[in-house]
């Protein structure tokens, strides 16, 4: 069992930045690959990235390429969205999750543990 709690969500201007957190706590947080996706209202809940329990492997939804880098601090047991350049569509509740897989996966079905999620708003 692991328990994720994110933190670090707010309002910002277009162009500015956010650095979401998410600690973990619970059986051996390092050895699970970790998620960030968001889910806007009334849409459904969409990948943003993932990282693989070392940190040397990361994957990005094609929209957040270049603006967004996910990392971990095992020894923190704590994993991290850097978001730049944001923008207004980048608005949306935050989650991270922890996946069971050993390879990185897009879907919401590959994450069995979820946070309770951080809203980011991001205004013209």
């Known amino acids: 069992q692991v328990q994720l709690v994110e933190s670090g969500g707010g309002l910002v201007q277009a162009g500015g930045s956010l650095r979401l957190s998410c600690a973990g706590s619970?059986?051996?947080?390092?050895?699970?690959?970790m998620g960030w996706f968001r889910q806007a209202p009334g849409k459904e809940r969409l990948f943003v990235a993932a990282i693989n329990w070392s940190g040397r492997t990361t994957r990005y939804a094609d929209s957040n390429k270049g603006r967004f880098t996910i990392s971990r601090d095992n020894a923190m047991n704590t994993v991290y969205l850097q978001m730049n350049n944001l923008k207004p569509e980048d608005t949306a509740v935050y989650y991270c999750?922890?996946?069971?897989?050993?390879?990185?996966?897009?879907?919401?079905?590959?994450?069995?543990?979820w946070g309770q999620g951080t809203q980011v708003t991001v205004s013209s």
């Open positions: 619970g059986s051996s947080f390092s050895v699970y690959a």
């Open positions: 999750a922890a996946s069971g897989l050993s390879v990185l996966t897009t879907s919401t079905d590959g994450y069995r543990y």
